[in-house]
């Protein structure tokens, strides 16, 4: 699924400008997280699978690159997570017994995706970006150095203030199941499935375009 979807993307970007469709857009962008929640699956020490609850919180910054051609939006992105905080709340056994203890772990993330979607006259825009490859690094902690794969998708909607500014809304969901531990590629202890939401400001600027556009 997830090769055909980049062979398709990657025909239609060479082929439109080669029928005339040479709308380019650029669009960088920054996403504030409004939250992130997941779990954890890990095999514990009695061989049992435990499933646990967590929050995240991560920025991002990434480009779009693609083309836009009478509304039509496709091409490629790329992201970049600088900081990827886990938090876990799980129950521990102490001296005066059980207790609640909260645990962190942090992660740089970054990855790149195929997208398509729309822009209507009024500046209103809707995508899908289906996520090929995210990765990982565990920056703190136990598993320091330790990397984490995997993909995903994402859907987003938003509108173009004026022409070089869009406000958007984006939910987004990925697994992370693969990867390298003490330096073993494969399946990893634990997992993850992820859910976050973020909201962006984006600056899509659309060059060789020979259309005019007035100001939303």
Not at 66 to 89: A, Q
Not at 192 to 198: F, K, V
Not at 208 to 216: D, P, T
Request: hydrophobic share 35%.
């Amino acid at each position: 699924m997830q090769i055909n979807l980049l062979k398709a993307v990657l025909f239609l970007y060479f082929i439109m400008p080669i029928l005339g469709f040479s709308g380019v857009t650029v669009e960088p962008f920054y996403a504030f997280s409004l939250g992130a929640t997941g779990q954890r699956l890990y095999i514990n020490s009695k061989g049992q699978n435990v499933l646990e609850d967590f929050t995240a919180k991560a920025n991002i910054y990434g480009l779009r690159l693609g083309y836009n051609y009478h509304g039509i939006m496709i091409g490629g992105e790329y992201f970049k997570k600088p900081k990827f905080t886990f938090r876990e709340e799980t129950t521990i056994v102490t001296n005066l017994g059980p207790a609640l203890a909260e645990f962190e772990n942090k992660f740089e993330g970054r990855g790149y995706g195929a997208y398509i979607g729309y822009q209507a006259d009024n500046g209103f825009r809707f995508w899908y970006t289906k996520y090929l490859k995210q990765k990982y690094k565990d920056v703190d902690g136990s598993n320091s150095g330790d990397e984490r794969n995997g993909d995903g998708w994402s859907i987003g909607v938003g509108c173009k203030a004026i022409h070089w500014l869009a406000l958007n809304l984006q939910a987004t969901k990925y697994s992370l199941n693969k990867g390298v531990s003490a330096g073993i590629s494969g399946s990893i202890d634990p997992s993850y499935e992820i859910t976050e939401w973020h909201i962006s400001i984006s600056f899509p600027f659309d060059i060789f375009n020979g259309e005019s556009y007035e100001s939303y």
